[in-house]
């Protein structure tokens, strides 16, 4: 959906490096997801924001940061990259609680 | 955790056959969505069906609720090679969150 980009689309690091991956949107939605895809796992959260002061911790969110910087942009930190943090992710917006959400063409992240 | 579960894993079936996958849960939820991903590449929503309805159609998909078995079905009539893709479930509870399952996926044989 090109209402939701995300950048980079592939990125290959190794063990130890910092790593941003980034979201924008034009949707105009105030909230925001960030998500982890394993094979065989389905989806599952990692932090979503509400609004810009409003950052709270999903399912997974051990390894982790972000930083909602505008309403439009929403981006996710691996502080220390490890081989396990290997995976698609997605970024995600909303419009309101348990609604319908918009994704974007995701991030593959290989750590080596 | 995952809150879904689909079945089944995988599905393959001849082009203009029907196609059915099912989704169980185990808590009470507010809504339940169903998502196609193809390979690759980002989510896109289907249907959403609410804990007070029972059944609900968009197109040549049927989407069932069964809160007593705590179970929904998505039914994709007709199919054709483009709804080649993965369909993932996602429960809502009170707390508004998506939890989704692990997917169910389908290739439409030509």
């Known amino acids: 959906d090109a209402d939701v980009t995300q950048t980079p689309r592939n990125r290959i690091t190794k063990t130890g490096k910092r790593i941003m991956l980034e979201c924008s949107q034009t949707k105009g939605h105030d909230r925001m997801y960030w998500y982890r895809q394993d094979p065989g796992l389905g989806l599952r959260l990692i932090y979503y924001s509400f609004d810009v002061k409003d950052i709270n911790k999903g399912e997974i969110s051990d390894g982790y940061s972000v930083s909602r910087q505008a309403q439009a942009k929403f981006s996710l930190s691996l502080e220390s990259a490890i081989p396990n943090q290997t995976a698609l992710y997605f970024c995600?917006?909303?419009?309101?609680?348990?609604?319908?959400?918009?994704f974007g063409p995701g991030t593959r992240l290989t750590v080596l | 955790s995952q809150q879904g579960e689909e079945d089944p894993q995988a599905l393959s079936i001849q082009e203009g056959e029907n196609a059915t996958m099912n989704c169980s849960y185990k808590t009470s939820i507010n809504n339940l969505q169903w998502y196609r991903q193809n390979s690759g590449r980002g989510l896109v929503h289907l249907i959403l069906?609410?804990?007070?309805?029972r059944e609900k159609h968009s197109g040549r998909l049927r989407v069932t609720l069964d809160t007593s078995k705590k179970s929904s079905s998505l039914l994709i009539t007709a199919s054709r090679a483009a709804d080649t893709a993965s369909y993932f479930c996602a429960t809502v509870r009170n707390d508004y969150k998506l939890s989704f399952g692990a997917g169910t996926t389908v290739t439409v044989r030509a």
């Open positions: 069906i609410r804990s007070n309805e």
């Open positions: 995600a917006t909303g419009t309101g609680a348990g609604y319908e959400q918009f």
